[in-house]
């Protein structure tokens, strides 16, 4: 069972470069949401989804774009990097609002 | 907005003997649901455990358990018979039965050492 599956798992960046933090998964979740965790900050959340062609921001949305054109996918996209979005993302999916969320095993994103 | 805070940041545990971890939450909501995550050094979020609000039973998973005090506001979770395997961040989490809005609200987080 694939589950959440996030890619890549590590990643540097050089500041102003973009790149797209990929999320699938295979369990027809119509919830979808990225947070960032940062040392002694828990997880914030970036953008989160309820359905496929909805997307919403969360507390930290700055910086970043999402789009949702599937059930699956739930891509992250750092339009120009900088080294304040150095963090570990994570991607979270839940089958309805009512219950728990998977998570992806995380990409630790360093921005030079 | 609902807020979530763990006034632990680190704790410790001798193997063999239980701790307790704390959380307490602000909401106006009267049914919401509460979650405690346990991310071990591999970085995972794995669930321990979930609490629904209008149940008044604990919920209970094997050596983890809950004690909810919907008054309080207070989540806390125990962990008996503490193993070397238990030692992780822990993070509370509130989520509200009406999302379309914050899916899920976390703690910051306790670092949970056990001792040999």
């Known amino acids: 069972n694939a589950g959440v599956t996030q890619t890549p798992k590590f990643q540097v960046l050089k500041t102003g470069q973009s790149m797209t933090l990929q999320c699938a998964q295979d369990m027809n979740h119509e919830y979808m949401s990225w947070y960032r965790q940062d040392p002694g900050m828990g997880l914030r959340l970036i953008h989160y989804s309820v359905g496929a062609g909805i997307t919403d921001q969360g507390e930290v949305p700055n910086g970043y774009n999402v789009s949702r054109s599937t059930t699956e996918d739930f891509p992250l996209r750092l339009l120009s990097a900088a080294p304040s979005q150095t963090s570990v993302y994570f991607c979270?999916?839940?089958?309805?609002?009512?219950?728990?969320?998977?998570f992806g095993q995380g990409t630790r994103l360093t921005v030079v | 907005a609902q807020t979530v805070t763990q006034s632990q940041p680190e704790m410790s545990v001798q193997e063999a003997e239980t701790v307790t971890l704390s959380c307490t939450y602000d909401?106006?909501?009267?049914?919401?649901?509460l979650f405690w995550y346990k991310q071990p050094p591999s970085r995972q979020m794995i669930l321990v455990i979930r609490q629904e609000a209008y149940k008044q039973q604990n919920a209970t998973e094997n050596r983890f358990s809950v004690n909810f005090q919907k008054a309080a506001k207070s989540f806390s979770l125990k962990i008996s018979d503490s193993q070397l395997g238990d030692a992780a961040m822990y993070f509370c989490?509130?989520?509200?039965?009406?999302?379309?809005?914050?899916?899920?609200?976390f703690g910051k987080g306790t670092r949970l050492s056990v001792i040999a």
């Open positions: 909401t106006s909501e009267s049914d919401y649901y």
């Open positions: 979270a999916s839940s089958r309805t609002e009512h219950t728990e969320a998977f």
């Open positions: 989490a509130y989520r509200s039965p009406n999302s379309g809005n914050t899916p899920l609200v």
